[in-house]
């Protein structure tokens, strides 16, 4: 049985080891590890519990805004307070800049060059010899939309930060709302950023994707996953400390074996049977979840803990969202939305959705009005958790305060430890990943270009720099495989 192994995966954010088994060119079995371990959260220990909402944006440069919010909402939730109206809309329309800017780099500049050709270049080349089959007028116009893709990220990260003070990492978000206050300049700038960056996506991001689905049709069938699917839910559109139930933009919801149901928080695990940490937290909830590091650990092959929604694996991401959510342009799709192909439209799909959205949210300011609720820490221990979508998928912040004001324990369950975290079980009762489903059963053309693995990994966005909360100095190292 042959074995390829791609290592680092790149065009990515961080570092993935890929390894799967091919029989008669079809993968038979796959192993996704993370090979940076995540310490994080043992940073935060001891720490003013207050300054979380910052200290946590350095887990990533790309996901940065999620965690200030997800960290922001949970000291919320342990106060037991809330943003007031333009506290809660100002958080949304800094994370929904952040959405901009992350679903534009993750199309373009990280997948899109599985599909469209690059010049001859660095930083087109080293590359895998795929099969490019869009017709050469076509590619040439997607390579100056690709670079015009870079123009309009910065300009993302300029409208994020009229409400954040800077970008990636923001300082206005803050427990009880935001520091940053509303005022008639500032919202028609962000109007003014809004338009340039939605008629991109609908004009140039959306058809792309849609040439891109029509000449490899085939993606829609290829990658398909555990098709479970969970959503937090994220931009409330209304007041209210519950996170599950309060109205947001996309609400929260479950999506297990066919059926619909409500999210249910607290039968999420950890398990890490296969993850390089002692057994003793295996099937911990994330409150009280503190790992110890074994890097010598017999079977294990990941530093990604795999969170289970009662032992089940679940996808998580635009697309999950969207299914959770029936947006009618992705149910339309069926069975094909199950699929590398339907991951990437479902992010287009959503990110024109949110633009539009923001439009709205941002003239339902009220300058003068409060943008942050007073607030101080019990004396008492607490946890507080904060539930968002990061533009990756389920992000959830759990947070126990000490009585004297300190961190107890910190976890972040992130998005790509949901999608790419390693199998939990053995035997029989053995449950991979979604990743590790989606690549199952792939037919691999040519075993020296393995495109079709990259393919499917880069369809779920991964972010292991959030998954591992660790960064390499060898960041630069391109992308090998080895064939035996
Ligand atoms: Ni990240």
């Known amino acids: 049985m042959a074995k390829i192994i791609v290592d680092p995966v790149t065009r990515i954010e961080g570092h993935l080891k890929l390894e799967v088994e091919v029989e008669n060119n079809v993968v038979v079995d796959a192993w996704t590890g993370g090979t940076l371990w995540r310490g994080f959260e043992l940073i935060l220990q001891g720490r003013d519990a207050r300054d979380a909402q910052q200290l946590v944006q350095r887990i990533c440069g790309v996901c940065p805004v999620s965690h200030a919010t997800a960290g922001a909402m949970a000291l919320d939730d342990a106060m037991g307070i809330e943003p007031p109206p333009n506290g809660r809309i100002i958080r949304n329309l800094i994370l929904g800049s952040n959405y901009m800017h992350s679903h534009i780099l993750h199309f373009f500049h990280l997948a899109a060059l599985d599909y469209v050709k690059g010049p001859d270049i660095a930083p087109f080349k080293p590359r895998y010899e795929a099969d490019y089959r869009l017709p050469a007028d076509i590619n040439a116009q997607a390579v100056d939309i690709y670079l015009e893709a ?73 990658g398909t996953g555990c098709q479970n699917f969970l959503c937090y839910g994220s931009f409330p559109l209304e007041e209210g400390r519950d996170h599950v139930k309060k109205k947001k933009f996309w609400d929260s919801g479950i999506y297990l074996r066919g059926q619909y149901r409500e999210l249910d928080p607290a039968v999420i695990t950890e398990e890490v049977t296969y993850s390089w940490y002692e057994d003793d937290t295996d099937g911990n909830t994330p409150d009280v979840a503190v790992v110890t590091p074994n890097a010598k650990k017999k079977g294990a092959y990941s530093w990604l803990k795999s969170p289970r929604y009662n032992g089940e694996a679940m996808e998580v991401g635009p697309l999950a969202r969207q299914w959770v959510n029936k947006n009618p342009d992705v149910l339309a799709l069926g069975d094909k939305a199950f699929s590398v192909m339907g991951r990437h439209f479902a ?87 979604p ?41 630069k190292t391109l992308s090998q495989f080895v064939v035996s």
């Open 150 to 222: 870079l123009t309009i990220r910065r300009k993302a990260h300029e409208m994020g930060a009229i409400w954040g003070g800077r970008l990636p990492h923001v300082q206005s978000i803050v427990p009880g709302g935001v520091s940053e206050v509303p005022d008639t300049s500032k919202i028609y700038k962000f109007l003014n950023y809004l338009e340039e960056i939605q008629a991109f996506i609908d004009n140039k991001y959306i058809p792309l994707v849609k040439t891109v689905a029509e000449y490899y049709s085939d993606w829609f069938s290829i």
């Open 347 to 433: 992010r287009a799909v959503e990110a024109s959705q949110l633009a539009k959205a923001m439009k709205e949210w941002v003239l339902q300011l009220e300058p003068g009005q409060p943008v942050c609720t007073p607030h101080e820490l019990p004396k008492k221990e607490v946890v507080g958790v904060g539930l968002c979508e990061g533009s990756r998928g389920a992000l959830g912040h759990w947070h126990r305060i000490s009585a004297d004001g300190r961190t107890k324990v910190y976890n972040a369950v992130v998005p790509t430890t949901w999608n790419s975290g390693p199998r939990t079980g053995s035997g029989a009762a053995t449950v991979r990943g």
């Open 435 to 475: 990743m590790e489903q989606a690549i199952i059963g792939t037919r691999v053309a040519d075993p020296a270009n393995p495109v079709e693995l990259v393919r499917i990994v880069r369809s779920f966005d991964p972010c292991y720099g959030c998954a591992i909360h660790v960064m390499t100095p060898n960041g």
